[in-house]
């Protein structure tokens, strides 16, 4: 069990945390085999897909938190049997190796199918590593160019490379390094998306934006992951502590009004906003409860280290927000708390909503997305002492 970060959590924490892994076996009996990806607002009916794409381990890490929740021989039985769909995308050419097999196998306690997966993982990560960039490349599993860098190309990795050994380490610093000095300016504003040309050296390109939201919200997570490594931060402590802080984690020495700091200038989103836009510069646009999620869990990892107490208080109120306004059945599931549409279909309990895979393209933008559960219910489960939120 791990402790709850300065004891915060009371029951709302524990009744969220049971609606989202109840429905996590409604998802299962719904969708069998294959990955769940998005879910209609409304129905809760799941778009699927056969290998999982990037989302697969976010799936696999949910089933594990359930198996760990109930105890059920069941539940680990059915964790274990998603873990080993992942097994193939061991070897595949993509950066996004750390969101599939570091999250679907971190919290497989006791599971040596997962161990063993996970281990295979990190030595064909490591063998990708590229010396002369100076990190694993985005890789050509999803078509486009090869030799890029993204922001989603650093969460997972570091953790999953850490755990190869000191060169794996090696890599690991090196890999985020690159990520935090392409993508997180010294005002905090991102660029986080980077193509490589031999030729010219590095080159910022304009998809993802820089106002993406979960941008922003996973070179946080890549960056308290590598703080609150088990064996000893990967990279330099203050330039990481230093990094957060920009990328919007609270200054140590929180004053009375750290969870509503005054906006500045160069305020990033996250700081301003408990759930941020999709796009920082389209804030009248969809809200993504997804990069709200992951950045109440990387603060969580962040308020293991000492004189952090601002990134928990301020975890515990994005959880609650994303808890009491956006999860179905158990409060408004809506930003404005308005009662839904008279015959309107009511949602089953659980989803996460307002979730926005992709702005640009109008993909699922108000939707409970498979990767904004995962990161709730392991912010919740942290709240309430079901896991450490180091350990995944």
């Not at 109840?22 to 809760?44: E, I, Y």
């Not at 990190?122 to 985005?138: I, N, Q, S």
């Not at 890999?175 to 993508?183: K, P």
Request: aromatic share 6%; charged share 15%; net charge negative.
């Amino acid at each position: 069990m791990g402790e709850r970060p300065g004891g915060m959590a009371d029951g709302w924490a524990g009744g969220a945390l049971d609606a989202v892994l109840g429905r996590v076996a409604v998802t299962l009996a719904d969708v069998g085999p294959r990955f769940p990806l998005s879910a209609d607002p409304g129905t809760g009916t799941w778009t699927t897909t056969r290998r999982g794409s990037w989302t697969g381990g976010f799936w696999a890490g949910l089933l594990w938190l359930r198996a760990r929740y109930t105890g059920d021989p069941a539940d680990e039985a059915a964790a274990e049997a998603c873990t080993a769909r992942l097994a193939d995308w061991a070897d595949a050419d993509t950066a996004t190796r750390g969101l599939i097999l570091w999250y679907g196998t971190a919290l497989a306690t006791g599971s040596a199918p997962a161990d063993a997966l996970r281990a295979r993982s990190a030595h064909a990560c490591l063998t990708a590593f590229d010396p002369e960039l100076g990190l694993v490349p985005w890789g050509s599993a999803f078509g486009g160019p090869r030799l890029l860098a993204r922001a989603d190309g650093a969460p997972g990795l570091v953790p999953l490379l850490a755990s190869a050994g000191p060169r794996g380490r090696e890599a690991a610093a090196a890999h985020l390094h690159r990520h935090l000095r392409l993508c997180v300016g010294n005002d905090g504003r991102l660029a986080p998306a980077w193509r490589h040309d031999p030729a010219t050296g590095w080159h910022p390109l304009a998809e993802p934006a820089p106002g993406w939201s979960r941008g922003r919200a996973w070179l946080l997570l890549a960056a308290a992951d590598a703080l609150t490594h088990p064996g000893g931060a990967v990279a330099c402590s203050d330039h990481l502590r230093a990094t957060a802080t920009r990328l919007g984690a609270p200054e140590p020495g929180p004053t009375a009004d750290e969870a509503h700091p005054a906006p500045t200038s160069h305020a990033p989103p996250p700081a301003t906003s408990l759930v941020p836009p999709a796009d920082a510069s389209h804030p009248d646009g969809p809200l993504d409860t997804s990069a709200a999620a992951i950045t109440a869990v990387a603060l969580l990892k962040l308020a293991t280290q000492p004189g952090q107490e601002a990134c928990a208080r301020r975890a515990e109120a994005v959880l609650h927000r994303l808890a009491t306004a956006h999860l179905t059945g158990t409060g408004t599931a809506s930003e404005t708390g308005q009662a839904p549409t008279a015959g309107a279909p009511v949602p089953p309990p659980g989803m996460l909503l307002d979730g926005c895979h992709d702005a640009v393209t109008g993909t699922a933008v108000q939707h409970e997305l498979i990767w904004g559960d995962f990161f709730l219910a392991l912010g919740l489960a942290a709240l309430t002492g079901l896991v450490d939120p180091r350990e995944a």
